[in-house]
């Protein structure tokens, strides 16, 4: 109740969320280029959703990532990860007979000779996604468990 | 140099500070600012995304979580009598850890096995030949080359997750207890 008070807050907190959020998705799809990657981006991204329920109450960030998403959002990332590994298991058991688990090069256009600088970034960029997805929603969860505990007073 | 070193002060003063402080939510901040400093050490090693990281889980989501568990409890550390043997044990695992580190080799050795071990040379060949399009070598590193660990990791921050899930989730049970608090804060 305290919190909603605070005018200051509520506004700067609204223009300041977009910003941290593509900050975040920035970090993720960029983390080949500069520094940053899956795990600082879904920290991020998770902060910028945290700061939104401290400041506009719990309830409110239920609204817009509900607990049941957060729980499905936390496995979905590991399944992107261990799905891209399967997916070169099978494309290069496809194309050369042999395929090996997060090899990425199977993933580029010239099937899988040597290095694939394209499979490579694909693959890349989609276990860093996964990362990224998985690390968001675990540190959600983890501040939806410990804010619903003190909820009461919260709401109070 | 003389950054660092002020750094390093700063980062002493800190702890010390933490070490000594009662009330909770002060130290609760100052291990932010902790984490903070060391990122800005971690920045001048040219370990940007060590740094990276530490700022956005140190700084960032730890301090959040840190002043999440304080709102469930007293604000003031309890006063406590001084006891020698925990500062006798902290002396000697840090005399132990600083000895640890006599054999590691010297910062930004050349010839430390890390830059001269055949993998690792491989690692930064491949990358700058094969792979000019990814030029940040520790992604490379992390999601590629060691995709298996980077795998096991996240599996590791799930596990972690789902385990607070089940120590502190009891969905039904928390919803019975919000109503039942919700009643009596109605009457206070």
Redesign the interface.
């Known amino acids: 109740m305290r919190m909603r008070e605070k005018l200051i807050l509520r506004v700067v907190s609204k223009a300041l969320i977009p910003f941290i959020l593509l900050f975040a998705l920035y970090?993720q799809f960029h983390?080949?280029?500069?520094?940053?990657?899956?795990?600082?981006a879904g920290?991020?991204f998770?902060?910028g959703l945290?700061l939104y329920g401290?400041i506009f109450g719990l309830s409110s960030l239920e609204h817009v990532v509900s607990?049941r998403l957060v729980?499905i959002g936390?496995?979905l990332?590991?399944l992107i990860?261990?799905g891209v590994?399967i997916a070169c298991l099978v494309i290069g058991a496809e194309q050369e007979g042999v395929g090996n688990?997060?090899d990425?090069n199977v993933l580029g256009s010239h099937g899988g000779e040597?290095?694939d600088?394209?499979g490579?970034?694909l693959?890349?960029l989609l276990?860093?996604l996964?990362?990224g997805v998985?690390?968001a929603?675990?540190?959600l969860?983890?501040?939806y468990?410990?804010?619903?505990?003190?909820?009461?007073?919260?709401?109070? | 140099m003389p950054i660092e070193l002020i750094l390093f002060f700063l980062l002493f003063a800190t702890a010390v500070v933490i070490a000594r402080l009662k009330d909770l939510f002060a130290a609760a901040m100052l291990t932010g600012i902790f984490s903070l400093v060391s990122a800005g050490l971690f920045t001048l090693m040219d370990a940007v995304d060590v740094a990276f990281t530490e700022a956005a889980v140190g700084a960032g989501i730890s301090t959040i979580l840190m002043l999440g568990t304080l709102s469930m409890t007293a604000r003031n550390e309890n006063q406590q009598p001084f006891r020698w043997l925990p500062l006798l044990v902290v002396l000697i695992t840090g005399a132990v850890l600083i000895t640890g580190t006599m054999d590691m080799p010297a910062y930004g050795d050349f010839h430390a096995p890390a830059h001269q071990h055949e993998i690792y040379a491989g690692f930064i060949e491949t990358t700058e030949q094969e792979l000019e399009h990814i030029p940040n070598i520790v992604t490379v590193i992390l999601a590629s080359f060691r995709g298996y660990d980077t795998l096991g990791e996240t599996t590791v921050i799930l596990t972690a997750a789902i385990g607070v899930l089940l120590l502190l989730g009891d969905r039904g049970r928390r919803r019975a207890d919000s109503d039942s608090s919700s009643d009596a804060g109605g009457d206070s």
């Open positions: 970090v983390g080949d280029f500069g520094p940053g990657g899956g795990f600082q920290v991020i998770a902060a945290v401290v607990p729980e936390m496995a990332g590991v990860f261990a590994g688990f997060l990425y040597g290095v600088a394209h490579q970034h693959g890349i276990v860093e996964g990362v998985t690390v929603f675990s540190m969860a983890i501040f468990m410990f804010a619903g505990r003190s909820r009461p007073e919260d709401d109070a």
